[in-house]
Structure formats: C-alpha cells, structure tokens
C-alpha cells in the first residue's frame, strides 16, 4: 500500500498556473505508476493524466494536452502535475492515485488514492 498525500491546490484566475504535488510514502514509490484525476461538483471523477514509474512515458486526457504536464521525482516520492493556461472548467478536486501495474487511464486500475486537493477558478 501507499500512502498518498496532495498539496498545491488553491484559487487562481483563468489563464493562471499551478503546480500540483503528490507525496508518497509506504512502499517503494518507483514501482508504481501514477496518474491524476479529478472531480467537478455533480460530475463523475474522471482521468486526467498519468505516468509511467520510470516517468519515461505519459498519457494525458484530450482537455489538458498542451496545458498540463505530469512528472516525477522518484528521490522526493513525488508526483507533479504542472497546470498552465487554467479554464474555468478545471474547477475540481484533484486526486492522485497509484498502480503497481501499468499506467492506465482507467480509475478501476488504480489501487491506492489521496484524499484530494481543490483547485477553484477565482474569476
């Protein structure tokens, strides 16, 4: 199991940045896959982006290609998720989640989750 902690949420304008992060703790962090997800209010959550152990090879959801960027710093057991040109429809909470299989898109393939950090548009 791993235990997974968000930070970085907060308000910010539409067309302003934000850089979410996921600090793990528990098992070995570099075996894991890890992906983001999110959660609008009266919405399902839903797959936004996702990234290999290595950090080698990523896969993004269609509304954030261009905008936003996950990464990893397997020394810190972090994930990232870099957030540029903001919308006011990425209005959620936003979780990270962890699989010791591939990276997938999937929220079913993910077996460890945070409790989520909200980001808000203050437009």
């Known amino acids: 199991q791993v235990q997974l902690v968000e930070s970085g949420g907060g308000l910010v304008q539409a067309g302003g940045s934000l850089r979410l992060s996921c600090a793990a703790s528990g098992r070995t962090f570099s075996r894991y896959a890890m992906g983001w997800f999110r959660q609008a209010p009266g919405k399902e959550r839903e797959f936004v982006s996702a990234?290999?152990?290595?950090?080698?090879?990523?896969l993004n959801a269609d509304s954030v290609k261009g905008r936003f960027t996950i990464s990893r710093d397997n020394s810190k057991n972090t994930v990232y998720l870099q957030m540029n040109s903001l919308k006011h429809e990425d209005t959620a909470v936003y979780y990270c989640a962890a699989t010791p299989g591939a990276y997938r898109q999937g929220m079913g393939s993910y077996d460890d989750w945070g409790q989520g950090t909200q980001v808000t548009d203050s437009s």
């Open positions: 990234i290999t152990w290595s950090g080698g090879n990523t």
